[in-house]
C-alpha cells in the first residue's frame, strides 16, 4: 500500500508542466502582494482569521465531521462576497496597483497612452512648488500639497475650496499662511493648476508609521494609498519636506531632490 502511494506520488510529481510551475509562482506572488497591502493593518488579522476558518472548515471535512462541515460550509459559500465587503479598500489598493505598473502606464512616450490620450495635460510647473516648499521648510511651514496624474480626485476637491488658479510660490505661501482659513488641509493641483484647497483627504491606517508623524503625513500616503497623486509634505514641527507615491513615505528630502522627483515624474 506504501510502495503505492509512494509510486503514484511520484509518477504525478515528474508529470508536473511548466504551466504547473507558472501557476503556483503566480499564486506565491498574488498572496505576497496581498500581504504586502494589508500588512501592518487590522485587515491583516482579519486575513488570518479567514485562512483559520478555512483550514479548520478543511479539518472538519476530512474528518468527515458533518454538522460543523455544513455551518462551516454556509460561510464558504458566502466567501467570495464576504472578501469583497470586508477587504475592499485592500482590492482597491491592489487593482490600483496593478493598474499604474501595467503597460498603459509604462513611460510618457507609450503608445497605448498616446492613444488613450492619457499624456493631453500640461507639464507641470515645478519651480514655484519647490521654491515655496523650500520656504516653508525654512520657516517651519506645516503644508501638504498633492499633485494628481491620471485620476483627478474629483471627489476630494469638493470637500475643500475650488480655487482654479495658476501654480505660483507667492499663492502656495498665502495658502499655508498660519492664520489663513485655508492652510488646514490639502492643496491640489490638478494640469498645472491649483484647483483646490483646504480638502480633506483620508488618512492612512498603516501602523508601519513612525509615531511623531502627524496626520498631515497619514493623509499624504492615505491619498497616495488610494490613487496615483503624489503628495509632499513639510513638517510644522521639524521643518522636513518628505514626498509620498504609491503608499510610501520618502523622508527628510532636500529641495534639489524634490526638484530631480517631480521632474522625473511630470515632465515628458
Request: with cysteine.
Amino acid at each position: 500500500m506504501l510502495l503505492t502511494l509512494l509510486s503514484s506520488f511520484f509518477s504525478d510529481f515528474f508529470n508536473i508542466r511548466f504551466l504547473d510551475v507558472l501557476d503556483i509562482l503566480l499564486v506565491a506572488f498574488i498572496l505576497y502582494r496581498l500581504y504586502f497591502l494589508i500588512r501592518g493593518t487590522g485587515a491583516m488579522y482579519i486575513f488570518l482569521g479567514i485562512i483559520t476558518l478555512y483550514l479548520v472548515w478543511w479539518l472538519v471535512r476530512f474528518f468527515e465531521m458533518e454538522l460543523l462541515t455544513e455551518i462551516l460550509g454556509q460561510f464558504m459559500s458566502v466567501g467570495v462576497l464576504a472578501l469583497i465587503i470586508v477587504f475592499q479598500p485592500e482590492i482597491r489598493k491592489f487593482l490600483l496597483m496593478i493598474g499604474t505598473r501595467s503597460i498603459i502606464n509604462k513611460g510618457s512616450k507609450s503608445f497605448i497612452r498616446k492613444f488613450w490620450n492619457f499624456d493631453d495635460q500640461l507639464n507641470l510647473n515645478i519651480s514655484p512648488i519647490v521654491n515655496a516648499c523650500e520656504t516653508f521648510s525654512q520657516n517651519k511651514t506645516g503644508a501638504l500639497i498633492v499633485i494628481t496624474k491620471e485620476n483627478h480626485l474629483e471627489y476630494y476637491l469638493e470637500t475643500g475650496e475650488i480655487l482654479d488658479a495658476k501654480v505660483s510660490k507667492a499663492l502656495l505661501e498665502n495658502i499655508f499662511y498660519l492664520n489663513n482659513p485655508l492652510h488646514d488641509g490639502a492643496v491640489i493641483i490638478t494640469n498645472n493648476k491649483i484647483a483646490a484647497a483646504r480638502c480633506v483627504l483620508p488618512v492612512s491606517e498603516s501602523r508601519s508609521l513612525p509615531a511623531n508623524l502627524g496626520l498631515r503625513h497619514r493623509a499624504a500616503l492615505g491619498i497616495t494609498e488610494y490613487s496615483d497623486a503624489i503628495a509632499i509634505v513639510v513638517s510644522e514641527q521639524t521643518g522636513k519636506i518628505s514626498y509620498c507615491k504609491e503608499g510610501e513615505i520618502h523622508k527628510n528630502i532636500k529641495p534639489v531632490e524634490l526638484k530631480e522627483f517631480l521632474a522625473k515624474e511630470f515632465l515628458n
